[in-house]
């Protein structure tokens, strides 16, 4: 099953790309993992599957102890700040910093084994009630603040979007991370150039491609339904 989703999907993300104007290359798929079995990321990995994405620091250390070396964990998931020395040096991005104190503590645990973070800023680009991340207009000045501590590197921005039936609404939440990043680049903040922008999900990764995308994260349309699903 992981096999034939994973060909449905490479199909779209080709297409998407090919839509847009895109070199496939330039987008990177994250398979979400989360509450799946080794067994099936190892299927995964047997399609060529190299970076998985898991929303919690506990199910990253259990599995990366199972897996080959040669992986890149991104953790997608809400970062409590008591977590941060058990993943430290651990992921290859944390897509979900949503405020200066946890990014202190990013700091202080990086330091401290000599490695910079590289972190991207999770942005409540809907202003979601229910939702983690930074509003829009407070995350230049968050940036500011976390641009002048020196094991920590911003890589880009980070948003989920709200669950919609028709992915076509999720479009303009999109548009409005990527405007927020270009902004933020023109600002000339010293150490801040990002590049990547984390955006659109199993629902919503064609459009995510086509308004800039540069990391994809799919779960279900992989691995199929969580057993805490609706
Ligand atoms: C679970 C999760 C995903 C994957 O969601 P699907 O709809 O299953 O593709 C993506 N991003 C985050 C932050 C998640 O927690």
Known sequence: MVTEN???VEEK?????????????????????????????EEAMT?????????????IL????????????????HLQRNKVRQIAGKTARIHSVDSLRLAEQIQKEYEKIQQTAKILIEVNVAREESKF????????????????????HVCGLMTI????????????????LRKLLVDINGKNIDNISMDE??????GDYEVAIEEGATFIRVGTGIFGSREYDK
Not at 13 to 36: D, F, M, N, P, W
Request: charged share 30%.
């Open 6 to 8: 994973l060909r449905l």
């Open 13 to 41: 993300i080709c297409q998407a790309c090919e839509r847009s104007g895109r070199k496939r290359e330039e987008v990177t798929l994250i398979a979400v993992s989360k509450t799946k079995p080794i067994e099936m990321m």
């Open 47 to 59: 399609a060529g599957i190299r970076v998985f994405g898991e929303n919690k620091v506990q199910e």
């Open 62 to 77: 259990k599995k990366e102890v199972a897996l080959p070396k040669n992986i890149d964990w991104h953790l997608i998931g």
């Open 133 to 152: 991340g930074l509003m829009p207009e407070e995350t230049e000045e968050t940036i500011r603040e976390i641009a002048v501590m020196p094991n920590i």
């Open 161 to 176: 979007a709200p669950y919609v039936e028709n992915p076509e609404e999720n479009r303009v939440h999109f548009q409005n």
């Open 197 to 202: 922008l984390s955006m659109g999900m199993t």
